[in-house]
């Protein structure tokens, strides 16, 4: 090793918005989408709350969520959890591989069987909730 | 035979004259089938001996010309001239301190490979006449794929976590671990989980997954880091819910 070699710096901050890498944002916009996932499991909580207080201030919060803020923000909500939802179960054949003797089950089907776990739940609590 | 003719923008870094690199543009008449290590054979053959870049099988098994083109790790025996426009920027590997010119400062990646014990640790000593440890085919399909591994570090070049935190064991070193831990003749992976379980080894990586994008021999490490953190939390689990149960 030379007595002098030279150290290219990475910004802390900006390190994502490298150019040439693509890739660092699409991993910074999956990171991003855990805030609004975040949010809304407090807004559960928030929802909870009220519910304790009782008829008046559940009808209150009801109402809250029904203002134009409270749509945009579950519409926000919503689009950002199915991509962080489909940007992990993209990568779950990596994670979670299953050898069946020689054979890797083929990773599209670890995919699937994760969103179809996903459909049956939406459907039973959509059941459960009409 | 087809020849085009291309610039060359080569970072060049000279430890005994520069303060900081820069960049030299070479103009390479080059073939059809080139690659850009030979348009880099070309410029120190014809152009400028003083040019210095590391390389030796040219056939993507050696690992040793990893470098970064148009901002991208890769291997230049395996990049083709053909794929790109008539200009070309080489830069050395990044996240690594430059040597000189394309060379970079390896030893940091070597001590960390060092540490995860990439060796087959037997489960119990055997005599040579006891004969050889025998493996099926699907113990071996378990791992064989980390073994495709190169060392060319450009899964460490793509690495952001690895930019940020150097101590980071990183991609290439504990796939390499997991390898060996996956082995069914081996019996050291609680020494190896010793380093890679750790706060800079497996959760120092947030899966951004770039390394397997990049890898040349489709050793996918980030799915061997993410299967390291399944099975040391399991391990957790084990530990300190059915302290009973052996590992």
């Known amino acids: 090793m030379s007595n002098k070699p030279y150290v290219r710096e990475v910004s802390k901050t900006t390190w994502f918005l490298n150019p040439q890498q693509p890739r660092y944002k699409r991993y910074m916009a999956r990171e991003v989408t855990c805030i609004f996932i975040g949010a809304y499991t407090f807004l559960l909580i928030v929802a909870l709350k009220r519910l304790a207080e009782g008829p008046d201030a559940f009808q209150g919060f009801l109402n809250a969520l029904h203002s134009p803020l409270g749509v945009l923000f579950n519409l926000a909500a919503l689009v950002a959890a199915v991509y962080h939802s489909t940007s992990w179960f993209n990568v779950t054949p990596q994670a979670m591989p299953i050898q069946r003797g020689e054979e890797f089950v083929p990773g599209n089907i670890i995919v699937g069987a994760h969103y179809a776990v996903w459909a049956v739940v939406s459907l039973i609590i959509l059941i459960l909730g009409i | ?247």
């Open chain 2, 1 to 247: 035979m087809s020849e085009r003719q291309i610039q060359l923008e080569v970072l060049r870094y000279d430890p005994e004259t520069d303060s900081e690199p820069r960049f030299q543009s070479y103009a390479v008449p080059c073939k059809n089938e080139w690659v850009v290590l030979d348009a880099l054979n070309y410029v120190k053959e014809n152009l400028d001996t003083t040019l210095s870049y590391r390389w030796s099988c040219h056939m993507a098994v050696c690992g040793s010309c990893g470098m970064m083109i148009n901002g991208e790790p890769k291997l230049s025996c395996k990049a083709f001239i053909r794929e790109y426009s008539d200009k070309i920027r080489v830069e050395p590997l990044a996240n690594f301190p430059i040597e000189r010119d394309l060379v970079t400062v390896v030893e940091d990646f070597i001590a960390k490979l060092t540490r995860v014990k990439p060796y087959l640790i037997p489960k119990e000593d055997k005599p040579i006449s006891a004969g050889e440890f025998k493996q099926t085919p699907a113990e071996l399909m378990k791992y064989k794929q980390y073994t495709l591994c190169i060392n060319c570090m450009l899964c460490y070049a793509a690495c952001p976590e690895y930019a940020l935190v150097p101590d980071f064991i990183g991609p290439a070193a504990i796939a390499l671990a997991h390898r060996y831990n996956q082995d069914s003749r081996d019996g050291g992976r609680d020494q190896r989980q010793e380093v890679i379980a750790t706060d800079e080894g497996v959760w120092e990586c947030s899966f951004v997954g770039a390394c397997s994008e990049v890898c040349p021999k489709h050793v996918d490490p980030a799915g061997a880091l993410q299967q390291v953190k399944v099975a040391s939390t399991i391990d957790w689990y084990k530990e300190h819910l059915m302290p009973w149960v052996k590992k």
